[in-house]
C-alpha cells in the first residue's frame, strides 16, 4: 500500500540552524513527490516538487530512491519558516497521499 | 487572480442534521478534489471530479457523503445525518487540467463540527 510517513510531529530549532524535515514513502513505482506548507492562518500550497528540482525559500528536497526519502532541507531556518509541512506522493495518477505532517518551530 | 474559495468557513451541526459545503475551483480548471483532514492528520482524498464527472469517489467514507459538480465549475459537498467522526476540515482542491501529477491548488478548507 502506498504510505508517506513523517515521523516528526514537532520539529523546534534555532534561527539560522539547518533544517530537516524527513519524509519516508512507501511505493514499488516511480512516485513523484511534493512538500507542501501551510502558514499560520493560511491555506496549503505548494513549496516545491521533486520533478522541478527547485529551491524555493532556500528549501531543497533530493529524492532518495534506494532509502524512499523526499527530505525537506534548508541550511539557515528563518522565523518565517516556522509553518506546518506535508509531504505528499502521486503514483502517477491525479491522487495525492500526504503525511500526518511536521510542526516546524523557529526559535529566535 | 482568485483562488479556491470554500463556503461556510465553519460549520457547526447537531449530529443528525445535514451539511452543504460549497467549493468555488479557480475559473477554467477542469479537475476538482475534496479531501478530508481529521486534527492531526495529512489531508484524506475523498472525491476527484474531471469537468462535471465524478471519475474517483473511492474515498467517501459512507454512503452518507455525496459530492456534485453539475455544471464543471462549483463544487458541492453534502454529508447526511451527520456523525460526531464527521468533524474534521473538509478541503477542496482543483488544478487546470485532468492530467496526472499536477500541481492542486487548495482552498481555506471549512471546518465542520459535528455536536
Known amino acids: 500500500a502506498q504510505r508517506v510517513t513523517q515521523p516528526e510531529k514537532l520539529l523546534s530549532v534555532f534561527k539560522g540552524a539547518p533544517v530537516e524535515l524527513k519524509c519516508n514513502y512507501s511505493y514499488s513505482g516511480s512516485p513523484e513527490l511534493f512538500w507542501y506548507v501551510q502558514y499560520s492562518r493560511q491555506r496549503l500550497q505548494l513549496l516545491l516538487r521533486h520533478i522541478s528540482r527547485e529551491s524555493i525559500k532556500g528549501f531543497t528536497a533530493d529524492l532518495n530512491k534506494g532509502e524512499t526519502s523526499f527530505h525537506l532541507k534548508k541550511p539557515f531556518a528563518q522565523e518565517e519558516d516556522s509553518a506546518m509541512y506535508y509531504c505528499?506522493?502521486?503514483?502517477?495518477?491525479?491522487?495525492?497521499?500526504f503525511g500526518t505532517g511536521t510542526r516546524l518551530k523557529v526559535l529566535a | 487572480g482568485a483562488g479556491v474559495s470554500q463556503s461556510p468557513r465553519y460549520k457547526v451541526a447537531k449530529r443528525g442534521q445535514d451539511v452543504a459545503l460549497r467549493c468555488d475551483p479557480i475559473s477554467g480548471h477542469v479537475s476538482l478534489f475534496w479531501y478530508q483532514q481529521a486534527l492531526g492528520q495529512g489531508p484524506e482524498f475523498l472525491t476527484y471530479f474531471q469537468n462535471e464527472a465524478q471519475l474517483d469517489k473511492s474515498g467517501l467514507p459512507s454512503d452518507r457523503f455525496f459530492a456534485e459538480r453539475p455544471e464543471g465549475s462549483v463544487s458541492t459537498l453534502k454529508i447526511q445525518r451527520t456523525q460526531q467522526e464527521d468533524s474534521a476540515v473538509y478541503l477542496c482542491?482543483?488544478?487546470?487540467?485532468?492530467?496526472?501529477?499536477?500541481?492542486?491548488?487548495f482552498g481555506p478548507g471549512t471546518r465542520l463540527l459535528v455536536l
Open positions: 482542491a482543483s488544478s487546470p487540467l485532468g492530467g496526472t501529477q499536477e500541481t492542486q491548488y
Open positions: 505528499a506522493l502521486t503514483s502517477g495518477t491525479y491522487k495525492y497521499i
